[in-house]
């Protein structure tokens, strides 16, 4: 078994470290590659991928871990020959995008604060947003992350003046009355494996009653795995985490990112998504090839009653028999004492985070 993961770099983030280590401790063969570092050679009807030392990858499955897509041609290649990919390109540019993953979930039937977009401010969108989105309201940039530029206000004023200074794309959000904290879910194809409260930014409270919960597991209830599973399906994801918030009428998902950090989340919950990404990773690489998933007609044209179809058309490839144990099981089973005794264990990397 051969698994190729696609990254920014081999240390760019403590999600990519933990799915390294795993591999490493499962002594599953790899290759690390960053965008850019891969050869892609047409020969006549064949086509082969070289690394920089000129050796052809043949990979059992994929793991894209670029969030923006890059080097999308060879990871769309090895899709489109039926080599597994965790997190496609086409899913992973929706979900790297909030405009397009506010309209993806709507599309699925899944609530999500109503929102206004647009290249750039001008009076129709101030009255768009006065009629669909009202006052107070949130401002994010279209690609950002970690809650860099995000800001919530009162007053259409402040609104305006935002836009006419930065000339940023319009993305407004309808804000959700709440008690100061998100939920932070994690998803793999079917399954929520982990779930922790995020407290939010003082500046995005707005006076509500707030009940610190840092640092704490939230309950997994029915509804909020439903529809944090359900999500991540209807970008076409098949590992997310996700940013849930709890309003008057219930779950609404702010957010759904392709590739997290996972650093705060195994401290909290006292295991390693990546150890857990990686049985699913060496599960989906035994089973047969894939054909890839098409989208549903219906589901383009907006039917409500095609999401399910949608979802059910992107479990493909789920290795027979494969489940994840249940959360606690998870909790108990995956605190990672294997590196203890690695002798080329490097500080902050290889070392065991919990």
Request: charged share 25%; aromatic share 8%; with cysteine.
């Amino acid at each position: 078994m051969h698994i190729l993961v696609m990254t920014f770099g081999r240390y760019s983030s403590h999600m990519i470290q933990e799915v390294l280590k795993h591999l490493r401790l499962r002594e599953v063969d790899h290759t690390v590659a960053i965008p850019g570092s891969l050869i892609a050679r047409v020969q006549g009807n064949r086509v082969e991928v070289l690394d920089k030392k000129g050796r052809i990858i043949q990979p059992d499955l994929v793991l894209n871990a670029t969030s923006a897509a890059l080097g999308a041609e060879i990871v769309d290649y090895f899709e489109m020959t039926g080599v597994p990919v965790v997190n496609p390109v086409w899913a992973c540019r929706i979900a790297a995008s909030k405009p397009q993953t506010s309209m993806y979930l709507a599309v699925a039937g899944i609530r999500t604060p109503n929102a206004v977009m647009a290249d750039k401010w001008s009076e129709k969108i101030s009255a768009l947003l006065r009629n669909s989105v009202g006052l107070p309201c949130v401002a994010k940039p279209r690609d950002g992350a970690q809650g860099k530029g995000v800001n919530a206000y009162q007053k259409w004023p402040e609104v305006a003046r935002r836009y006419r200074r930065a000339a940023e794309a319009v993305y407004i959000q309808r804000y959700v009355p709440n008690k100061g904290h998100t939920h932070r879910v994690y998803v793999i194809e079917d399954q929520v494996i982990a779930a922790h409260y995020f407290n939010l930014y003082p500046h995005l409270r707005l006076g509500a009653v707030f009940e610190s919960r840092t640092n704490q597991l939230c309950p997994i209830t029915p509804e909020l795995a439903d529809i944090a599973i359900r999500a991540t399906a209807s970008v076409g994801l098949n590992f997310s985490a996700l940013d849930i918030i709890q309003g008057p009428n219930g779950f609404e998902v702010l957010e759904v990112n392709s590739w997290p950090n996972g650093k705060t989340t195994d401290e909290i919950c006292q295991t390693s998504i990546g150890g857990v990404l990686v049985d699913y990773m060496i599960k989906r690489a035994a089973a047969k090839k894939e054909e890839r998933p098409h989208l549903d007609d219906r589901r383009r044209k907006g039917d409500p009653a095609a999401a399910e179809l949608w979802i059910d058309g992107l479990a493909y490839g789920k290795p027979d028999g494969f489940r994840l144990s249940s959360y606690a099981d998870r909790i108990t089973k995956l605190v990672d004492e294997d590196s203890d005794g690695r002798s080329d264990a490097r500080p902050g990397v290889d070392a065991p985070t919990s």
